[in-house]
């Protein structure tokens, strides 16, 4: 199996290293060359001139951009340089009727494509061990498995193309639920006037612990806000709920909540922050002076 990664950001770095060190990368490309060459160097494959160069050089080619026009035209790209049988694999967190329609752009050339969205962050993708949510042809999804077991712990499938995404979606609710709640939490601890060094270790080992809650706890509290998922991603990724709620005629008051203190922090300009970042509007209601709710 000879496997491309295409998008070089923060995740689609820990994949290409995950895959070099299974014996599997035969290259990379990136729209930004000049931030693809240091990994190309590191990992000693090739750094196609474009994506189309890409597709010609792999039978498997995972992308990882941002979004949904940035899928439809690197994949429409990778189209130009399919084979037969070939495979796309996209992890991007996308809209299902994009994650379709990319799927149908490899169909008429003779390749397949699985829209594979992850979950677990930069330190996931660099630990390699995101989870994976598979949409298409599970037969597909077997054939790529030693590539997709090189980049996370499991990889499950949930039903045909756009299935990946209704899956990140639901994820993606969640995820806003939990920094919500552990940014309030993490405020009131503070204006308490409670040790929190103290009670950390306390939260993450009982029935409030969670991952993020593990990882990123402290950091929040001393105000690092670098980013394993940035506000804007998230603010992106919610909007996408926001759209498949708005099929069932279902208004999710957690989503509504989340994107409108995500707008804030954006206005501010804190879009490329962790999604921690909202500690910075609950700490505010404790504020003398700034006693209301958000």
Excluded at 153 to 170: E, I, L, M, N, W
Excluded at 233 to 262: A, F, I, Q, S
Aim: with cysteine.
């Amino acid at each position: 199996m000879k496997v491309g990664v295409a998008g070089l950001g923060a995740m689609g770095r820990g994949m290409a290293r995950n895959l070099a060190a299974a014996g599997l990368l035969v290259g990379v490309w990136n729209r930004t060359r000049a931030n693809g060459e240091p990994l190309a160097d590191e990992l000693q494959v090739p750094l196609a001139e474009d994506a189309t160069a890409l597709a010609r050089q792999c039978d498997v080619v995972i992308t990882c951009v941002s979004a949904d026009q940035d899928v439809l035209e690197v994949v429409g790209a990778l189209a130009d340089g399919v084979s037969e049988g070939d495979i796309v694999i996209d992890t991007s967190t996308i809209g299902v009727d994009t994650a379709e329609a990319a799927a149908e752009l490899l169909r008429v050339q003779g390749a397949a494509f699985l829209d594979a969205p992850v979950t677990g962050g930069s330190e996931g993708a660099e630990a390699g061990t995101l989870q994976v949510m598979v949409g298409g042809d599970p037969d597909v999804l077997e054939r790529v498995r030693p590539a997709l077991a090189a980049i996370g712990s499991d990889a499950t499938h949930f039903g045909p193309v756009g299935y990946g995404q209704r899956a990140k979606a639901v994820n993606q609710v969640m995820v806003a639920g939990i920094v919500q709640a552990i940014s309030e939490s993490l405020s009131f601890a503070e204006a308490s006037g409670l040790d929190t060094e103290r009670l950390l270790p306390v939260l993450t080992g009982g029935a409030a612990g969670s991952r993020l809650l593990e990882r990123r706890g402290s950091r929040i509290l001393a105000g690092d806000f670098e980013p394993g998922f940035r506000v804007a991603l998230h603010h992106k990724d919610l909007n996408l709920c926001r759209d498949l709620l708005r099929k069932l005629d279902v208004n999710l008051p957690l989503v509504e909540m989340t994107l409108k203190h995500y707008d804030r922090l954006l206005e501010q300009g804190y879009g490329d922050e962790d999604t921690s970042a909202l500690f910075r509007l609950k700490r505010e209601m404790f504020q003398s002076g700034n006693r209301k709710s958000l």
